[in-house]
């Protein structure tokens, strides 16, 4: 009976897996919004509610948490000539530039989970065609789990290793330090 049970369990799983956007369509999606809004810094609440469903709630909760301790931080610092703590890149591209176009082979999930490395590049178009510098690339690996009966992103890895999550979660903590009340 308890085979049955898990086996019938099991069944169910991959016909919702089946059932939900791809892991392909959630990066699409999801891409398809980074390389358009041209935002340098944390989204706002507005453009996290595009993002429902294709990010994680884990994910999303740590930015909505950043962007209220980022918010404090240029409050307190309003009257001064002080510089805010605040995030200057955009945390979706992982660097001081812009990617405007990515590029990512099949995804293959695996026991709920996936990870996908994107490959990011920014064209200068003020620089030569096949001229040194006019591409720069990068690697970031996204992570995606099945939640929820869906697939979401639940973190990025930047090529030194650090990850989205954890680059929010020092913003967090040192957020209290800088930002005064």
């Known amino acids: ?3 049955l049970l898990a086996i019938c369990l099991l069944s169910l799983s991959l016909i ?3 059932a939900s956007r791809s892991p392909e369509k959630v990066l699409q999606d999801f891409y398809s919004w980074v390389l358009s809004t041209r935002k340098s810094t944390l989204p706002t609440p507005a453009e996290l509610k595009k993002l429902t469903g294709i990010i994680s709630p884990h994910l999303k909760n740590l930015i909505i948490e950043a962007s209220q301790a980022e918010k404090r931080c240029f409050e307190s610092v309003k009257a001064s000539t002080d510089k805010p703590y605040y995030f200057e890149s955009d945390v979706f ?3 001081w530039g812009r990617a405007n176009e990515v590029a990512y082979r099949n995804v293959e999930p695996k026991d709920g989970r996936a990870t996908v490395d994107v490959t990011h590049f920014s064209v200068n178009p003020k ?3 096949g001229a040194v510098n006019r591409v720069e690339m990068w690697i970031i690996r996204v ?3 099945f939640n929820e ?3 979401q992103i639940d ?3 930047y090529e ?3 990850t989205l999550t954890s680059v929010i979660s020092d913003y967090l903590a040192n957020s209290k330090n800088f930002c005064r009340s």
């Open 1 to 3: 009976m308890r085979i």
């Open 93 to 95: 591209i992982g660097n």
């Open 127 to 129: 620089i030569a065609k």
């Open 143 to 145: 992570k995606l789990n």
């Open 155 to 157: 973190d990025l890895e």
């Open 160 to 162: 030194d290793g650090e």
């Open 16 to 18: 919702a897996q089946a």
């Open 149 to 151: 009966g869906a697939w």
